[in-house]
């Protein structure tokens, strides 16, 4: 279970951030700056350069922490399909995001700081990524043929 949630948070990471570097020539919503931000002393202490602190930081955290936590509470989000699961659970990453990421980085309550549209991107990039995150864990979870 807690495998099929990393591998599936790994999968909707990857997406995630194709659209990451798409929408990176907007400095104010570079998500990878804000991740970079949290990781800076990190990488400092370690030697990394940056921004790869921030790719390494926005991998470990949407693979192992929002994969594993949606393996541990996907029998308990309220819906049966996996899209409204994944909805659900986007929704309280963007909660999470914009309470707890965005003001530790100095960006303030819900990224007003960084932008205007900070608070609809960050809530755009996180039902996009519970979504694929939910449909990718439903897929591995199904049975296969001769397996």
């Excluded at 990781?39 to 955290?61: D, K, N, R, V």
């Excluded at 530790?104 to 205007?116: E, I, K, Y």
Aim: hydrophobic residues 55%; proline residues 7%; charged residues 5%.
């Amino acid at each position: 279970m807690l495998v099929r949630g990393v591998a599936a948070g790994l999968l909707a990471t990857c997406v995630l951030s194709v659209l990451i570097l798409i929408k990176q020539w907007l400095p104010q919503l570079d998500t990878i700056t804000v991740m970079d931000s949290i990781a800076h002393e990190f990488a400092l202490s370690a030697g990394l350069p940056t921004p790869f602190a921030g790719w390494l930081w926005h991998f470990i955290i949407g693979s192992l922490v929002w994969g594993w936590m949606y393996a541990v509470m996907e029998p308990i989000l309220p819906g049966r399909r996996p899209m409204t699961k994944g909805l659900y659970y986007g929704a309280m990453v963007t909660l999470l995001v914009w309470f707890a990421v965005l003001p530790l980085v100095g960006a303030g309550m819900f990224g007003l700081q960084l932008s205007m549209i900070q608070p609809l991107v960050s809530m755009a990039q996180s039902l996009l990524f519970g979504l694929l995150l939910a449909v990718t864990y439903d897929w591995l979870s199904q049975p296969r043929p001769g397996g």
